[in-house]
């Protein structure tokens, strides 16, 4: 599903080309305008995502008042200020000289400050995403495509690939896994606790797998009573049995074309284990109350927390479903083998609570060093439940040891870790795609100080930093396209058409 695109307005013409390349090299269509062209968009603004008004414009040009009377309340706008300059003055300035409220701003209107960093523009971009979908028109619009699934499931720049974060080599595995098998129909297997992530997986592997335009269809086998299991699976016929008043779709005709996720396929009936085996093997089901069989083209992710070779000694579960279902294990390791990823995913989660306007907190190296320590039997869920408890009992603050529940308080601080007011700084941190996407900023900020007095031709000049980005992640993948395609964070497929277009030689 396409998106619309993201507009900046600038009469500044060197900002307006930085901030295009930046926003295109995280995968955004962009289009930009000035104040001479932006009267050709009157009347087009609900066409884009968002929208950036450049600090090149005056805030009492007549183009502000338009754009933000026009647009705020279903389109995100963005000011862009230089850095240094009074934001809250300028945020009430245009307020004041438009139609919209404090509290519209609030929701709507953000502040970015020029130069920035992507750890400042992140949170922008993911707010204004939120506003984009949130808003009355768009709600409307996407009522029927977003009433059955995520819609992250078919956001390209929010691949749930991205929100596996980590630095420890078990959670890099993880990913290459991801990578290996995404793009092949090969039914997987995720193994792992209660609370290690494994639907965030099962999201990524569909993300990046070429069905991410279709439906991605979870269902938890152990949560649906096992004589309803069959009819959330493969549907029912009306008056199929009592209370069947309609005939319904069921998980597999819904999943058409995309992927069925069973979660706790560890916990299904073995009456229905039977069933499915048929499935994975002809491609064929038929509704609860019907003799007409239906074909299916649905890929099979499976989860479960369970140890199945010991289900199976136990007469619990079909070996011979499992050899269907293990075709390419994967195992994820619990929080506690991956300690080393907890400063990470602390910011990360911290940082997911203020974009959806929860409040955020912020944890001191000691409070991370006792977190680091503990066994953490809920994995990320409970490490997720501690940040949001911890940001309900201080909001936007600060947590160190003495704040962090009773059963943290027995750990000792290692001798190296300074207490108190000594907070953690994510930018200390390698978050790989983070910190790719910062490399390149600061080569996009520093190799073109102005545009040149001739001009240039922008598609070309921005085709130009695309392949050189592509050879140096190829040279530094020592010609591997998978590996570089990592680096670039994109798909395989997607850089081998970017090759054939610009003609690099691996």
């Known amino acids: 599903m396409a998106l619309p695109c993201i507009l900046i307005v600038d009469d500044n013409k060197t900002s307006s080309l930085q901030l295009e390349a930046i926003l295109r090299f995280m995968e955004y269509r962009v289009e930009t305008a000035d104040s001479s062209s932006y009267e050709n968009l009157v009347g087009k603004l609900d066409q884009f995502f968002g929208i950036f008004l450049g600090q090149g414009l005056n805030q009492k040009d007549k183009i502000i008042t338009d754009i933000v009377n026009n647009a705020a309340g279903n389109i995100a706008i963005i000011l862009v200020v230089d850095k240094g300059s009074d934001k809250n003055s300028q945020c009430q300035l245009i307020i004041n000289e438009t139609r919209i409220k404090d509290s519209l701003h609030k929701d709507s209107f953000q502040v970015l400050e020029w130069p920035f960093t992507y750890a400042e523009l992140k949170p922008i971009v993911t707010k204004m995403d939120s506003f984009y979908y949130a808003s009355k028109n768009t709600r409307q619009s996407l009522a029927v495509q977003r009433s059955a699934i995520d819609r992250r499931g078919y956001d390209r720049r929010f691949y749930a690939l991205d929100r ?17 098998v995404a793009e092949s129909d090969a039914t997987v297997l995720i193994l792992g606790e209660s609370g290690t992530g494994k639907e965030l997986i099962a999201r990524a592997l569909h993300d990046a797998s070429l069905r991410q335009s279709k439906l991605f269809v979870p269902i938890n086998c152990g949560a649906i009573p096992s004589e309803l299991l069959e009819s959330e699976l493969f549907g029912h016929e009306k008056g199929a049995f009592t209370g069947a008043l309609s005939t319904r779709q069921g998980r597999f005709e819904m999943a058409e074309g995309g992927t069925l996720f069973l979660d706790e396929i560890g916990d299904m009936p073995m009456a229905m284990q039977v069933k499915l085996l048929r499935v994975l093997q002809e491609r064929t089901f038929e509704r609860v109350g019907s003799n007409k069989t239906i074909c299916c083209d649905v890929r099979i992710i499976a989860a479960t927390h369970r140890h199945l070779a010991e289900e199976i000694k136990e007469s619990r579960f079909r070996e011979d479903l499992f050899y269907r279902l293990n075709v390419f294990p994967i195992e994820v390791p619990p929080l506690r083998d991956r300690t080393e990823d907890i400063p990470l995913l602390v910011h990360e989660i911290a940082a997911c609570l203020e974009a959806n306007n929860r409040c955020g907190v912020k944890f001191t190296k000691a409070s991370l060093a006792v977190l680091m320590q503990h066994d953490w039997p809920g994995n990320v869920r409970e490490l997720a439940n501690l940040i949001e408890r911890m940001s309900i009992l201080y909001p936007n603050g600060y947590v160190d040891v003495m704040n962090l529940p009773e059963k943290f308080k027995d750990y000792k601080l290692p001798d190296n870790i300074e207490m108190a007011t000594n907070i953690f700084d994510i930018d200390s941190v390698d978050v790989s795609n983070d910190s790719l996407i910062n490399d390149a900023m600061v080569s996009i900020s520093t190799g073109l100080a102005q545009l040149p007095e001739q001009g240039l ?50």
Not at 164 to 180: C, D, E, F, P, T
Not at 475 to 502: D, F, P, S, Y
């Open 164 to 180: 596996l974060k980590g630095n420890s080599q078990l959670i890099i595995n993880i990913r290459q896994a991801i990578v290996q």
């Open 457 to 506: 031709d922008l598609k070309e000049y921005l085709t130009m930093m695309e392949g050189d980005l592509i050879r140096q992640a190829l040279q530094e993948c020592n010609g591997v396209v998978a590996h570089a395609a990592k680096r670039l964070n994109m798909r395989r497929t997607t850089l081998v058409e970017k090759l054939r277009k610009i003609d690099v030689q691996k």
